[in-house]
């Protein structure tokens, strides 16, 4: 006997996700899913983020990675709280994993929360967690051609962070031609081209994010 | 890489489903992916068959159907399969994705 099911498998991880994105929005906290490869700069990307807004929000950081703390200990320096999550071989984060974390935070007194996911390009985009928005990061050194090979996180992502300008001169990376691809692939992204390591461009996103956040801390 | 957990879900919804029915032997489970989902079909096939062992769903055959990226203008309505990531429409409009991210179990045969 043949049963039709039209079953979402994912169906457990965004019942769970979607209890987040409740507990987020009545909060009003605003939430960044940050997704990209191994040394693409998304711990530098969060320690700019950081310095730039943490006397004027409330920001925690949840660290996913496979194994170690190095990351959360490099975070905590800057004196956010921070939460470690070993995922102990799990190639990305799932909604209940961050449900977990959250009892280690003091959610009424949190504006922004910043989830730096495990270091992948497939396997985080296809699950949520609750979050307002999820970014990607692409540097430079990785290639113009990662979202014809990884197309689904440059299309499900709201913000494309382009990391690495300044080793532009030193390779064939192709930026109109990335922004044409992505921009086909989801129209009406939103792509900062930054430098982690000079700080050029940082402003720009700080401006979106801060303009994003301020409309969020409204609602509270 | 995360056909694993992908696949305990598969299992756990397969076994649940079997359970409520009161199945002795679930025979197939067929499984809808999308081409932009990066799902590797044979590894989900790898992991069901070591993850199924002594349960109902032991021995069944997984089936697996790719779903190939469609996409519809908003301009003209015009529907086409994308390849090389064109989405670019005949009258200049930019499609928007209507299908290849599915994630699905579409159907189970049990006994």
Known sequence: MEIKLQQNILAANDKIAVDLAKIFKDKGIYVINLMASPGAGKTSFILHTIEALKNKLSVAVIEGDIASKVDAEKVREHGVSTIQINTGGACHLDANMIRGALNFLNLDETDLIIIENVGNLVCPVEFDLGETVKVVILSVPEGDDKPL???????????????????????????????????????????????????????????????????????? | MHEMAITESILSIVLAEAEKRDATRVKTVKIEVGELTNIVGDCVQFYFELMSKDTLASGAEVEIEEVPLQARCPSCGSVKKIENLDFLCECGGVMKIIAGKELAISAIEIE
Do not use: H
């Open chain 1, 149 to 220: 090979k990884y197309p689904r996180i440059f299309a499900d992502s709201q913000v494309l962070i382009v990391n690495k300008m300044d080793l532009l001169d030193y390779t064939d990376f192709n930026v109109d031609g990335l922004k044409r691809t992505v921009n086909n692939l989801n129209p009406g992204i939103n792509i900062f081209e930054i430098s982690c390591k000079s700080a050029d461009g940082i402003d720009n996103w700080i401006s979106w994010l801060k303009d994003k956040t301020d409309k969020f801390l409204k609602l509270k």
